[in-house]
């Protein structure tokens, strides 16, 4: 199997698994904006974006810079969660709680395939799989906005600033993107630490 098929069979499911934990949650809490769109659903199809999860990533990869995209944000609707200040940083922080998780599953996989059953491709799989995972946890934890971590800040924010800080979260992805950019072309502040906890990840397995 190609290296692409590897990526996209973690990827994938792990995307999804990120966006419909965030729905699945806040439905807990009381919102049903996810399960009312038809969101709360394994189907990739239902959260893919034409331009963030297929054209962006195309046109960065074919300009030689970073791949970077995202899915459809699962909608949640915080007035309608019975606590919203304190219940919408657990639904923004379930979606990395999922990755980790989901990167220890890969561990696993890559122990069994190691110790148990000896197969190469169970081996490849976990390795991407905790790999992915551990990259988008990691990721999404940076406290900027409309990132997961960012809702770390928006809970100490006293209240009065709320509204302003919503306004500008509304308009942060293309500041996102561009930070993203900037460090693959000069600074690579982020590379090195991803490949700093990619080889923490696999010195813990071999």
């Not at 122990?111 to 148990?116: C, K």
């Not at 072309?185 to 590379?191: D, R, S």
């Amino acid at each position: 199997m190609s290296t692409y098929v590897y990526l996209l069979a973690a990827l994938i499911p792990s995307v999804v698994l990120h966006e419909v934990s965030h729905g699945y949650v806040a439905y807990l809490f009381g919102d049903p904006t996810a399960k009312e769109q038809h969101r709360l659903t394994l189907n990739p199809i239902r959260h893919i974006d034409p331009f963030g999860s297929i054209l962006l990533p195309m046109l960065l990869i074919f300009s030689g810079l970073p791949g970077f995209g995202y899915a459809k944000p699962v909608p949640v609707n915080f007035a309608r969660l019975r606590n919203p200040r304190r219940q919408s940083l657990y639904v923004a922080l379930v979606g990395p709680l999922v990755n980790f998780v989901l990167s220890a599953v890969g561990f696993v996989l890559c122990e069994i395939a190691l110790h148990s059953i000896q197969s190469a491709m169970l081996l490849t799989f976990g390795m991407y799989l905790g790999l992915v995972n551990l990259t988008l946890g990691v990721f999404n934890l940076v406290p900027i906005p409309p990132l997961d971590g960012s809702a770390i800040i928006e809970r100490l924010l006293p209240q009065r600033h709320l509204a302003g800080y919503y306004r500008f979260r509304a308009m942060a992805l293309p500041l996102v993107m561009v930070l993203i950019i900037a460090d693959s072309l000069t600074f690579h502040v982020g590379a090195d630490v991803f490949t700093r906890l990619q080889s923490w990840w696999l010195g813990r397995l071999f």
